[in-house]
């Protein structure tokens, strides 16, 4: 069974830091699989923030968070991550990570929230 499990989030204040993890178990961050850093606020749609290749590492990143976040990847410790920067009240939501395997197989982890104060 695969199983995604965020850890990092919780309360800081603007302009501050945080580094989100994903650990996988069940599934291994190779070449084939792509990691993504989804966020979620209530009453919205949940928006992708990030992305990262398994193949390359090229990286994406929503213009709501370019030059702030940086999403990297740990094959060894089959980990993601996702370092937070200057961080702003706007970035108060629920984060999930995403994984998508060569098979096209999507796996959530269950959410880390992430709350910054004014």
């Known amino acids: 069974e695969v199983e995604l499990v965020e850890s990092g989030g919780g309360l800081v204040q603007t302009g501050g830091s945080l580094r989100l993890s994903c650990l996988a178990s069940g599934l291994t961050f190779d070449d084939e699989v792509n990691i993504a850093w989804f966020r979620q606020t209530p009453g919205r749609d949940r928006e992708a923030i990030s992305h990262?290749?398994?193949?390359?590492?090229?990286?994406w990143y929503a213009d709501s968070v370019q030059g702030r976040f940086t999403i990297s990847s740990d094959k060894a410790k089959n980990t993601a991550y996702l370092q937070m920067t200057n961080l702003k009240p706007e970035d108060t939501a629920d984060y999930y990570c995403n994984a998508i395997s060569w098979s096209d197989q999507e796996y959530w982890g269950q959410g880390t929230q992430v709350t910054v104060s004014s």
């Open positions: 990262i290749s398994g193949r390359d590492g090229s990286t």
